[in-house]
T-cell receptor, first 112, second 112 residues
């Protein structure tokens, strides 16, 4: 069985500060890992994905994530937060045509 | 061009009614999904179809019945609506590898 835990349901940072959203996964097979972003009243948009290639994955809007097998983690970072980054972020694990299993989400707030 | 579209965007109805939500994807994907997002933003898979065949059916009341007339469409019919069915329902589609799922804008269902 696969599962995802996102540490922190709410993260608040200042504009220009580092963004770090934590995700730990559990999977019995080598996983595919994803980060999605959901802006208010919108659907989910893929930020980036890990599919067993490079462990450091770059995504859209300046986000990146590093797959660390030893720590079973896939944390999302961005060096400098922008007001437009305020949204809900979801980490997910899945493989093949299987369902995605989502974490509970982390709401990112950016303070001016 | 909208990749995954859902109609309607909002649906307000009375308890006991029957309603349908439609989903269409123009990405040529083989697999389509329905997810439910509750008031706490938690996302959970409900169903998955691959080439019009049901492949995932989570523990969902049988009042919910998906129908896939072709691989570009996956509709969700709900009978005898209950208050607890109020949520946002997302349709998604993907190819098998790497299971990058593309989401529709969601349908906000409110049962009064």
């Amino acid at each position: 069985a696969q599962s995802v835990t996102q540490l922190g349901s709410h993260v608040s940072v200042s504009e220009g500060a580092l963004v770090l959203l934590r995700c730990n996964y559990s999977s019995s097979v080598p996983p595919y890992l994803f980060w999605y972003v959901q802006y208010p009243n919108q659907g989910l948009q893929l930020l980036l994905k890990y599919t067993s290639a490079a462990t450091l994955v770059k995504g859209i809007n300046g986000f990146e994530a590093e797959f660390k097998k030893s720590e079973t983690s896939f944390h999302l970072t961005k060096p400098s937060a922008h007001m437009s980054d305020a949204a809900e972020y979801f980490c997910a694990v899945g493989k093949g045509a299987q369902k995605l299993v989502f974490g509970q989400g982390t709401r990112l707030t950016i303070n001016p | 061009d909208t990749a995954v579209s859902q109609t309607p965007k909002y649906l307000v109805t009375q308890m006991g009614n029957d309603k349908s939500i439609k989903c269409e994807q123009n990405l040529g994907h083989d697999t389509m999904y329905w997810y439910k997002q509750d008031s706490k933003k938690f996302l959970k898979i409900m169903f998955s179809y691959n080439n019009k065949e049901l492949i995932i059916n989570e523990t969902v009341p049988n009042r919910f019945s998906p129908k896939s007339p072709d691989k570009a469409h996956l509709n969700l019919h709900i009978n005898s609506l209950e208050l607890g069915d109020s949520a946002v329902y997302f349709c998604a589609s993907s190819q098998e590898v790497p299971n990058e799922q593309f989401f529709g804008p969601g349908t906000r269902l409110t049962v009064l």
